[in-house]
């Protein structure tokens, strides 16, 4: 009986436990950019200074981040949160807003995405550096490819084009002697 009570406290400390983490990372960790819909998510970055400039704000407020979710993962859009589904991924907004502020992006730049996921970082991009600019994402998944191009194709005429790549480094047949 001794035994049943311990085991029964140490599951309810456990469940406890587990509780209070996600509380504390909810209130200390967590983000709190999170919107309704694209302009309450663009709103929050805004008011909670990570979106400064007015190009970075009228670039999130040109690109829905909804359009760019798979179909699965869309009731997620406007949260303030990464998402992945397969091979499509997408970073936290605020870590789009960070780069793009910290990123000194004019008309007519040139910039590369390694790594583009779903082609959201690079349609930020390029409502600010334009048609003029040049914009390529580079993503090792055709599928991926074909998801980001399709998305990015209905922000045109701005400059956005995601390629697939893949790196040969660190393979055995790249590290071989060639002499």
């Known amino acids: 009986k ?3 009570t311990i085991t029964h406290i140490t599951k309810h400390h456990l469940l406890l436990e587990g509780f209070l983490a996600r509380i504390y990372l909810q209130i200390m960790c ?16 805004k008011s909670n200074g990570i979106i400064k400039s007015p190009a970075v704000e ?3 407020i040109a690109t829905d981040r909804k359009h760019f979710c798979p179909e699965e993962m869309e009731d997620y859009a406007y949260d303030d949160r990464p998402i992945r589904h ?3 991924h997408m970073s936290a ?5 960070s780069a ?3 990123l000194d992006l004019k008309e007519g730049c040139k910039f590369l995405c390694i790594g583009s996921g779903s082609g959201y970082f690079c349609t930020l991009v390029g409502h600010i550096i334009g048609p003029t600019g040049i914009n390529h994402g580079i993503e090792i998944f055709e599928e991926v490819v074909e998801f980001a191009n399709v998305k990015a194709a209905t922000y045109k005429p701005m400059s956005c084009k995601v390629l697939e790549g893949k790196s040969e480094a660190g393979t055995e047949e790249s590290a071989a002697p060639t002499g």
């Open 93 to 97: 907004p605020h870590i789009y807003a």
């Open 30 to 45: 967590a983000w709190r950019c999170s919107g309704r819909n694209n302009l309450d998510l663009c709103m929050q970055l």
């Open 2 to 4: 001794i035994h049943d």
């Open 58 to 60: 009228a670039s999130f």
């Open 100 to 102: 793009l502020e910290t």
């Open 86 to 88: 397969q091979h499509v």
